[in-house]
C-alpha cells in the first residue's frame, strides 16, 4: 500500500475535489434547466458526466468516516 506522506494535505484536497464535483453537477443541472433545447444531442455525455461526478460524491461521503 502507498505511503501517503501528508495525511492533512491529502484529506483537504479529496475535501476540495468533493465540492468541486458538487459545484460542477449544480452549474450543469442549471444550464440543462436554462437551456434545455441546446442539450439534447449530449445527453448521454451528460448523464455520463453527472454518473461520474456523483460517484467521486459518494466516494469521498461513504469512505471519509471508515476507521
Given at each position: 500500500?502507498t505511503?501517503?506522506?501528508?495525511?492533512?494535505?491529502?484529506?483537504?484536497?479529496?475535501?476540495?475535489?468533493?465540492?468541486?464535483?458538487?459545484?460542477?453537477?449544480l452549474?450543469?443541472c442549471?444550464?440543462?434547466?436554462?437551456?434545455?433545447?441546446?442539450?439534447?444531442?449530449a445527453?448521454?455525455?451528460?448523464?455520463m458526466?453527472?454518473g461520474?461526478?456523483s460517484?467521486?460524491?459518494a466516494a469521498?461521503?461513504?469512505?471519509?468516516?471508515?476507521?
Amino acid at each position: 500500500m502507498t505511503q501517503i506522506v501528508d495525511q492533512k494535505k491529502y484529506q483537504s484536497n479529496r475535501r476540495y475535489m468533493a465540492w468541486a464535483s458538487l459545484a460542477m453537477i449544480l452549474v450543469t443541472c442549471i444550464a440543462v434547466l436554462a437551456f434545455p433545447s441546446r442539450f439534447e444531442p449530449a445527453e448521454s455525455i451528460l448523464m455520463m458526466l453527472l454518473g461520474s461526478l456523483s460517484a467521486v460524491v459518494a466516494a469521498y461521503f461513504g469512505f471519509s468516516h471508515k476507521k
